[in-house]
């Protein structure tokens, strides 16, 4: 039996997509439109926080990306996707970083700012005001501090992997969505690495084929 992975759009699933196509493994997509920004009622029933991804495979239900990830590599990876010796800590340090410290910043720089366009008419360039400051007082000086470590970590190892080597490894399967988001989706420029990073990556075609699979997907337009 094919793995499913079930696949809000636009999330963090679309790297399970390109993790699977990588390692060419079996896979089908059961595809949920998002209800109010986040997943439908259905979704649920897959597993009981609604987050996307989730993975079912056989009688096993996995979810959160970094679970999926290291699963994946461990089940079916035989090998591969696996980083050199001098590159193990990045690959360790960077798979936790990419959700423990970097998706929180750009989730709560996405909260506040659509908070405000969910208020009354009347309080809503107070409520924007607020919300406005407390990114620029609690969140924009640290994405600044983050994108300034990731740079520097892309300028460590040659082949413009996180972990060196010659193919991705856990570290680029968890990273590259904030990295969409932030090629595709920041206000202000990023390093140009940043773009270089994204773009080597949607060229690549096992992401080409995830992209096939997924469906639209709003980060793959830089």
């Not at 986040?38 to 989730?54: I, R, T």
């Not at 607020?130 to 924009?140: E, G, H, K, W, Y």
């Not at 992997?161 to 090629?183: I, N, Q």
Request: proline share 8%; net charge positive; glycine share 6%.
């Amino acid at each position: 039996m094919a793995i499913t992975v079930h696949y809000l759009v636009n999330s963090r699933a679309q790297r399970i997509l390109w993790l699977l196509e990588e390692l060419e493994v079996p896979y089908e997509v059961k595809r949920y439109e998002r209800v109010n920004l986040l997943a439908p009622p259905e979704f649920y029933k897959v597993h009981p926080l609604g987050k996307s991804p989730v993975i079912t495979d056989g009688d096993l239900t996995v979810a959160e990306s970094g679970a999926i990830v290291e699963y994946i590599l461990s089940k079916y990876g035989k090998g591969r996707l696996q980083p050199p010796e001098s590159g193990w800590l990045d690959n360790v340090y960077l798979s936790h970083y990419a959700e423990g410290t970097l998706m929180p910043l750009l989730v709560w720089k996405l909260i506040l700012t659509k908070t405000p366009e969910n208020t009354p008419l009347l309080v809503r360039p107070i409520a924007r005001g607020i919300c406005n400051a407390l990114i620029a007082r609690m969140v924009d000086n640290r994405l600044v501090e983050n994108i300034k470590l990731i740079e520097e970590q892309l300028k460590k190892h040659p082949g413009g992997w996180f972990a060196g080597g010659s193919e991705p490894t856990a570290a680029d399967f968890m990273m590259l969505f904030p990295m969409e988001v932030f090629a595709s989706r920041s206000p202000k420029p990023v390093p140009e690495s940043f773009n270089a990073y994204v773009k080597m990556i949607h060229d690549r075609p096992a992401y080409k084929r995830a992209l096939e699979k997924g469906g639209n997907y709003a980060y793959a337009k830089l």
